[in-house]
């Protein structure tokens, strides 16, 4: 995974995207023309400061089928059984290490995790067994990537 990390100030990442964003999913609509993202994410650690590729989570969720990363009990224990017993709406699961656990939306449970700040957006969607994933990464605030997502993931089934 050569293409993930953490910002920091002092290092240039060839390539970075920037955010662009109208807020279509807060106070602004569709409408609205995008605007540069001004805040510095590297404040928001990982709540805005993580970059990643497509192909870099892929090598993530691969890493995760093979047990490259976990032996299969600590990834039964941690990743793919929810570590609390109250569904999260927002998030549309139960939370899990890393994951939310949804056993509502799809014909069978998937791992979710999801992200979205100042106009940069993420999704990846997966079975808990990692041999079917779905991930979208935006740089603008304007794709409803929870329906795009959805789609996508139920076409596959």
């Not at 928001?44 to 093979?66: E, F, I, M, P, W």
């Not at 990363?69 to 609390?84: A, G």
């Not at 969607?125 to 959805?150: Q, R, S």
């Amino acid at each position: 995974m050569n293409n993930t990390g953490v910002l920091t100030d002092s290092r240039i990442v060839a390539n970075l995207a920037y955010g662009y964003h109208n807020y279509t999913f807060g106070e602004g609509n569709a409408n609205e023309p995008l605007r540069n993202d001004t805040r510095e994410l590297a404040n928001y650690a990982g709540a805005g400061a993580v970059y990643s590729t497509v192909a870099d989570l892929a090598k993530l969720v691969q890493a995760l089928h093979d047990n490259r990363l976990l032996r299969p009990q600590t990834t039964q224990r941690l990743l793919t059984q929810p570590q609390q017993p109250g569904f999260v709406d927002y998030a549309r699961g139960r939370p899990t290490i890393g994951f939310y656990h949804n056993d509502r939306t799809f014909s069978r449970p998937v791992l979710e995790r999801r992200g979205s700040i100042d106009g940069f957006n993420s999704l990846l969607l997966t079975t808990p067994d990692f041999t079917t994933a779905v991930i979208i990464l935006c740089n603008t605030d304007t794709g409803d990537l929870e329906k795009i997502g959805d789609a996508v993931f139920n076409a596959l089934q």
